[in-house]
């Protein structure tokens, strides 16, 4: 707890001090000088008597949600109890995270002995991760006003900001919204047909293959039935997603990195729906994290946490290193999603190679996230020299990537090649395209 004076005290100590030119003419008020400052004095001890059980007596509590989405509004919840046997004024004061769009507030509040007092803030964070509440601080004002008495609460808490597309899928836009159940009508129309295993008898129609009919369920009901199979389900699933220094470029709503992890969680959202296991990678110069295929829609959970914090950092990206490991732990034939980037020679040389390794046991798909500012580039005009030289820099990068993106589907490497905002659809569509194919 720390002390200071109070405005009231301020002003009584400048205005004894405004008597001291009247001691040089009238003597007598030196003496009325001293007693106003000794008054002062005694008045603020009495305060600061006053003022210690009554900080002491305030308990400070938090309530905030365990998740919260990425750019929608949540809810933190402070109660302010006052325990002591005295009235209290008190500015109660709260520290929020510093991604927070909304900045700390300070709460005037006065509450009587035993009261409580709820300070409810609305705040929205834009960025992913675990994001930290807290302290509190509350000042109060002693009984005579002459000094105040600030004391910290470590009423902290965590909350942990995901993806808006995971926590809070009711909450999206009619046309998001539409847009899933759509891709979810999709993917159960897809998941039957061409496939192995072998899921109902249905009766015959027109148009049915005939090699499909049921001889013996047709000779003992006498109407053709034929055999429904499906595609085979309990298949691994494997996303790997590039945090390295590419996946930090902005995008305008957040970073490549933000439409990597929003892609790979309805992506896992899906695959899990469908009967497969799935699990999630993260790697830059080394593997940051992985968890392997599990089962179930419940398991969305643990895959968001492997990656909900994620953030990019100055490292380049090592793929032979993340592909190595992938061979190790998933020894059995998989589908492998990688989303990552690739811009210069180098980098995509080595991306081609590793790849082209890993495409020798499992059925790989490359997303490769585009750069939004080379389009500007070229599409904009051509008015001073560095525009020029900007323009042919970026055409050069964007041949190079043709050229690399060539070479990675000639080694036997699906490629998605796309937008980062408009990432989600594409790969669910290619993901649900490469599952009907029955290529595991």
């Not at 470590?154 to 998001?176: F, H, I, M, N």
Request: hydrophobic fraction near 45%.
């Amino acid at each position: 707890m720390s002390v200071r004076p109070a405005p009231r005290l301020l002003w009584g100590v400048a205005a004894a001090g405004a008597l001291a030119p009247v001691a040089f003419v009238w003597p007598p008020m030196l003496w009325v000088m001293v007693a106003a400052w000794l008054g002062l004095i005694a008045a603020a001890i009495a305060d600061f008597r006053a003022l210690r059980p009554m900080v002491e007596g305030l308990r400070v509590s938090r309530r905030l949600p365990v998740n919260a989405a990425r750019g929608l509004p949540l809810l933190s919840e402070l109660t302010l109890h006052n325990e002591g046997k005295r009235a209290v004024s008190a500015m109660l004061r709260d520290v929020v995270p510093p991604a927070a769009l909304e900045g700390p507030e300070f709460t005037p509040l006065r509450l009587d002995a035993g009261d409580r007092e709820q300070v409810i803030a609305r705040l929205t964070i834009p960025i992913r991760g675990r994001h930290r509440f807290g302290p509190a601080w509350a000042r109060v004002v002693g009984p005579l006003g002459l000094l105040e008495m600030q004391r910290q609460f470590d009423s902290t808490g965590v909350v942990k900001v995901l993806p808006e597309t995971y926590a809070s899928r009711e909450t999206l836009s009619q046309d998001q919204r539409a847009r899933l159940l759509q891709l979810d009508k999709l993917t159960k129309a897809r998941s039957h047909g061409a496939g192995s295993e072998f899921e109902s008898l249905a009766e015959y129609r027109p148009g049915d293959d005939p090699r499909r009919i049921d001889w013996r369920t047709t000779a003992r009901i006498r109407r053709p039935v034929i055999r429904r199979y499906q595609v085979e389900r309990h298949r691994d699933v494997m996303i790997a997603v590039d945090c390295g220094r590419l996946m930090g470029a902005s995008v305008g709503n957040g970073t490549k990195l933000d439409c990597a992890v929003d892609a790979a969680l309805m992506l896992a959202r899906v695959a899990l729906q469908t009967g497969d296991r799935c699990g999630i990678a993260v790697f830059d110069d080394a593997v940051r994290g992985y968890l392997a295929p599990v089962a179930g829609a419940s398991s969305i959970g643990p895959l968001a946490e492997q990656v909900y914090a994620l953030d990019s950092k100055m490292r380049e990206s090592d793929f032979g290193a993340m592909f190595a490991d992938l061979q190790l732990r998933q020894p059995r034939r998989s589908l492998i999603v990688i989303i990552s980037d690739l811009v210069d020679v180098e980098t995509s040389e080595r991306m081609r190679s590793s790849l082209s390794r890993l495409a020798q046991r499992h059925v790989v798909l490359l997303a490769a996230l585009q750069t939004p500012l080379l389009t500007q580039s070229i599409q904009g005009e051509v008015t001073t020299m560095l525009a020029a030289a900007r323009k042919g820099v970026a055409f050069r990068l964007l041949r190079q990537r043709q050229r690399a993106l060539h070479s990675i589907r000639r080694a036997g490497v699906h490629v998605l090649d796309v937008r980062p905002s408009e990432l989600t659809i594409p790969l669910i569509n290619q993901f649900i395209d490469l599952r009907s194919q029955d290529l595991l």
